[in-house]
């Protein structure tokens, strides 16, 4: 539909490089101030771009993403709790770091940046070796890192609406989770030479992400343990995190004027038997 449009130049590569070789190919043959990053199965808003490039016009902002939503979330029961575990993503865990200018992952499906610091950037993004290997995983929360390295800032547009599809079965849910977390403990790494110059805030958010899952691996360890060699139920391990699980989904649901985030205290389960032990 657009191939005969001046206004556009696809790139064919001859061979599938992956998503970071090919991002950066096109970033060296782009000429404007920003670069907008779409995911392949996302759709934006129409006012997305101008929502984003306003936000950039603070020479400051090195990155800026939209909010995500699930295109595909009636039609099961897990597409229903990605979208509003997307929504928490977004508007709990992206919305508190903006409020100190360090977004600490500006994802892939929906993400602006401005070329002049990208351009700066590419090599480092390019030769990133991860255990003497080069990287092929993480491009999103890595270039993030990059920017807020750089000394710009990163931020997040909550009415700048992209959609984009989720897995609809546990298996590729499953899959997605654990190419994530991998990243995310990856990238901690690097971060932690970089919290010293943010706001001490940020500190104690990746301190929680990471230890977090530990801390409550930990718990459901030991509440098994009691129950195999005692034989008795862990009741205050389970109210505890059946109380957090209440309060979380119903401060969700208050926020987001929702009742079906009431629902996503299903996804606990989810957490505490499947994602904690493959994480």
């Known amino acids: 539909a657009f191939a005969g449009d001046p206004r556009f130049n696809f790139i064919l590569l001859d061979k599938n490089v992956g998503k970071r070789k090919a991002q950066i190919v096109?970033?060296?043959?782009?000429?404007?101030?920003?670069?907008?990053?779409?995911?392949?199965?996302?759709?934006?808003?129409?006012?997305?771009?101008?929502?984003?490039?306003?936000?950039?016009?603070?020479?400051?902002?090195?990155?800026?993403?939209?909010?995500?939503?699930?295109?595909?979330?009636?039609d099961t029961w897990l597409t229903r709790l990605i979208d509003m575990e997307y929504w928490l993503a977004c508007n709990e865990e992206r919305a508190a770091q903006a409020r100190f200018g360090a977004v600490m992952c500006c994802c892939g499906p929906c993400a602006m940046y401005r070329r002049s610091a990208l351009v700066l950037l590419l090599d480092q993004y390019e030769t990133q070796l991860f255990r003497g290997k080069p990287s092929d995983f993480g491009e999103d929360r890595h270039?993030?890192?990059?920017?807020?390295?750089?000394?710009?800032?990163?931020?997040?547009?909550?009415?700048?609406?992209?959609?984009?599809?989720?897995?609809?079965?546990?298996?590729?849910?499953?899959?997605?989770?654990?190419?994530?977390?991998?990243?995310?403990?990856?990238?901690?790494?690097?971060?932690?030479?970089?919290?010293?110059?943010?706001?001490?805030?940020?500190?104690?958010?990746?301190?929680?992400?990471?230890?977090?899952?530990?801390?409550l691996a930990l718990s459901v360890l030991a509440g098994l343990a009691q129950f195999a060699l005692k034989g008795t139920v862990p009741w205050s391990a389970v109210l505890m995190i059946a109380s957090m699980t209440i309060i979380r989904c119903s401060v969700a649901a208050f926020r987001a004027r929702q009742l079906r985030f009431l629902g996503f205290s299903l996804h606990t389960f989810i957490n505490v038997f499947l994602l904690l032990p493959l994480k």
């Open 143 to 215: 270039l993030t890192i990059l920017m807020l390295k750089a000394g710009l800032r990163t931020e997040y547009v909550p009415d700048a609406i992209a959609a984009t599809i989720v897995p609809d079965r546990l298996g590729p849910y499953l899959r997605q989770q654990l190419r994530w977390a991998r990243s995310t403990f990856r990238d901690t790494l690097l971060a932690l030479r970089l919290l010293p110059s943010l706001d001490r805030y940020l500190t104690l958010d990746v301190v929680g992400q990471n230890l977090g899952p530990l801390l």
């Open 26 to 74: 096109a970033i060296r043959r782009s000429s404007g101030d920003l670069v907008l990053n779409v995911d392949s199965d996302t759709t934006l808003a129409s006012d997305v771009v101008a929502k984003l490039a306003r936000k950039m016009q603070d020479p400051a902002v090195g990155a800026a993403m939209g909010q995500l939503a699930a295109s595909n979330r009636s």
